[in-house]
Each structure stands twice: as C-alpha cells, then as structure tokens.
C-alpha cells in the first residue's frame, strides 16, 4: 500500500481511494467519499511514515526479544536459527 493511501486512510478510515503511481495529481475517489485536501494528505504523510518506522523498530525488538528468551531457555543459536526457519517454511506452504 502505497504511502499516500496510508496517509488518506489514516485521515478517513473508510476512505475509497486508488492512487496511480504515488501521485497526489493522480487520486481518484470512489463511492462518494469526501475528496481529502492534497496540503492535509501531505501533512500525514511524514506521520505515516513515523509509524511505518515504528512498528519495523517494533517487530524487530519482538523478535530479538524472542530469541533472547529461547537463549534463556537453554537453546543454541543454531537451534533458533531452524525455528525461525521453520516457521517461515510453514508459513510459506500454508501449514
């Protein structure tokens, strides 16, 4: 999704929006919704990508906070290395 309809969903969750090539010159809205000045779409972005930022930072603490308890459980870092893979095999092969 791009950061542009991140931004108009941000301001209007219920927002029926398409943008073509990340382009403010480029919205079209659908089904009535309430066309977003571009000056309040540009303010929001700075802020979504804040919170794009954040959670990357989050899930990146969560995980190295995962394998820390793992470790503290008494297994190797090769032992976590094949959860982790594992888990992102099955993921991928819908188990």
């Known amino acids: ?3 542009i309809v991140k931004a108009i969903l941000s301001i209007n969750p219920n927002a029926k929006v398409t ?3 990340e382009n403010f010159e ?3 809205w659908h089904d009535g919704t ?3 000045p571009v000056a ?3 303010a929001q972005i700075p802020i979504v990508e804040q919170e794009i930022a954040q959670e990357e930072t989050d ?3 969560k995980k190295a906070s995962g394998k820390q308890k793992l470790r503290d459980l008494g297994l190797t870092d ?3 290395a094949q959860i982790y893979l594992w888990e992102t095999s099955a993921n991928c092969i819908g188990y």
């Open 19 to 21: 943008v073509r090539e």
């Open 26 to 28: 480029q919205i079209t």
């Open 40 to 42: 309040d779409i540009q």
């Open 59 to 61: 899930k990146e603490t």
């Open 1 to 3: 999704m791009s950061n």
């Open 34 to 36: 309430t066309p977003i």
């Open 78 to 80: 090769d032992e976590i």
